[in-house]
């Protein structure tokens, strides 16, 4: 296997798997956060149920506020650059995690304690909108030829790097401490410790230059006036392509990690530390989807490989809620670590199939807002739906969310192919 062009990118690939790592840190921290202990601690007593919805509908407020970074970061990105831009979305968000780590509890402050956790996880979002869009271009930009997806795939590594590293301090923390112990102060920690993987992101990207297709462009004329404006004038069905495109690997993420584990260690009763060892070794699988994914891709075409995604999690989205409530260990780290590789599939060609959507000018407006607004359909609504279907029908339909995931992530497809099939 060649290994020279990941040698001499190495700088840029450990940047680009680095900042993802980081958001995927942030953001699962949170979400394991709201699944196990948020609800009780930042909302009324109404109902454990009602108390666990509030805590979800938090988690996805972020989601919210992912399209409006991916504007804002998106603006500055695709006119003063893609280094600066990602440092300052790192910087953002980072700040904002960490300051969860000192919120007030609804018992200590009342209804200012779920204000302020509101207010911190809008940062959280609006700086991640800005995040893996930068990501996956720093990576895609430097690629030589025949590597793009394979070099596009590292940004999409950084999320098991992440879920690992918050998953297994969170398993770390349920052995070492009592439940009431880390209800009351040991749910800090990893929101602490984030302070260290950002400075450890802040000090690696600070190191590298612009891609060479910036500055290629930047030569040939001055960039978009606004980016947005454009991307909306001139771009608007590749928008939509992408936006539908991304709902599958979302979708399928939040099932299986902060839904599975609320609804596992709540509803099915399944044991907190169990669990999570489970994921742990499912999370694994994702990480060879993607690495799968990215080889096909450059083999074949992103389009195809995403296309055997979709397929994948249609099937996949029908025996996700029986495996989930089987009761059997092997049955549900089976179904968990199905559910992931083929989050894989989906997730790991993303990175060079939406920046190939876009020109440079308006490319990291045009990649970060569709991946954000899939967001919403696939990661935010996820857990909501998920657990309204299993109010509704029980843990053996909450897959129904997954298996229309996957066919609306192939129309986005289909819509593309049609595009090309015209020109």
């Not at 209804?111 to 720093?138: D, H, K, M, S, T």
């Not at 997730?347 to 959507?357: A, K, M, N, R, S």
Request: proline fraction near 5%.
């Amino acid at each position: 296997m060649d290994l020279a062009p990941y040698r001499a990118h190495r700088r840029v690939l450990t940047a680009s798997l680095v900042g993802t790592a980081v958001e995927f840190y942030d953001f699962y921290i949170y979400g394991t956060a709201a699944a196990l202990v948020f609800g009780p601690l930042f909302f009324p007593a109404e109902s454990a149920s009602a108390q666990l919805m509030y805590s979800f509908m938090t988690f996805g407020l972020a989601f919210f506020a992912r399209p409006v970074g991916a504007i804002v970061f998106g603006h500055y990105g695709d006119r003063i650059g893609r280094k600066s831009t990602l440092v300052a979305s790192l910087m953002l968000m980072g700040a904002s995690t960490l300051l969860i780590a000192f919120l007030p509890t609804y018992a200590m402050v009342g209804w200012v304690a779920p204000l302020l956790l509101c207010i911190l996880r809008f940062g959280q979002g609006f700086g991640l909108g800005g995040e893996w869009g930068g990501a996956a271009l720093l990576a895609v930009e430097n690629a030589p030829p025949g590597w793009r997806a394979r070099f596009g795939m590292a940004p999409q590594l950084g999320a098991p790097v992440g879920f690992i590293a918050a998953n297994g301090l969170f398993l770390i923390l349920g052995l070492c401490l009592s439940d009431a112990d880390f209800a009351a102060w040991g749910w800090r920690i990893p929101f602490l410790l984030s302070a260290v993987l950002v400075g450890l992101g802040l000090w690696i990207r600070l190191k590298i230059g612009e891609t060479p297709a910036f500055a290629e462009a930047m030569e040939k004329g001055p960039p978009a006036g606004v980016p947005i404006a454009e991307l909306l004038r001139n771009h608007v069905l590749a928008t939509l392509a992408g936006t539908f495109a991304v709902v599958a690997c979302f979708a399928i993420f939040y099932l299986a990690t902060s839904f599975a584990l609320a609804h596992g260690t709540t509803a099915l009763g399944y044991p907190k530390e169990q669990f999570l060892l489970i994921q742990l070794g499912a999370i694994l699988f994702m990480a060879v989807g993607i690495i799968v994914a990215g080889y096909a891709s450059d083999a074949w075409s992103a389009q195809r490989v995403l296309t055997w995604g979709c397929g994948a999690t249609v099937l996949i989205g029908l025996l996700f809620g029986p495996s989930l409530a089987s009761g059997s260990w092997w049955i549900v780290g089976l179904g968990l670590s199905s559910a992931l590789f083929v989050m894989g599939l989906v997730y790991g060609p993303l990175g060079v199939w939406l920046t190939d959507l876009f020109p440079v000018r308006v490319r990291y407006t045009g990649a970060s807002m569709a991946f954000n607004l899939g967001g919403i359909l696939g990661g935010a609504m996820a857990p909501i739906i998920a657990q309204a279907l299993s109010d509704w029908g029980g843990t053996a339909v909450v897959g129904l969310y997954l298996a229309l995931a996957g066919v609306l992530s192939w129309i986005g497809l289909t819509m593309v192919r049609r595009r090309a099939a015209r020109a």
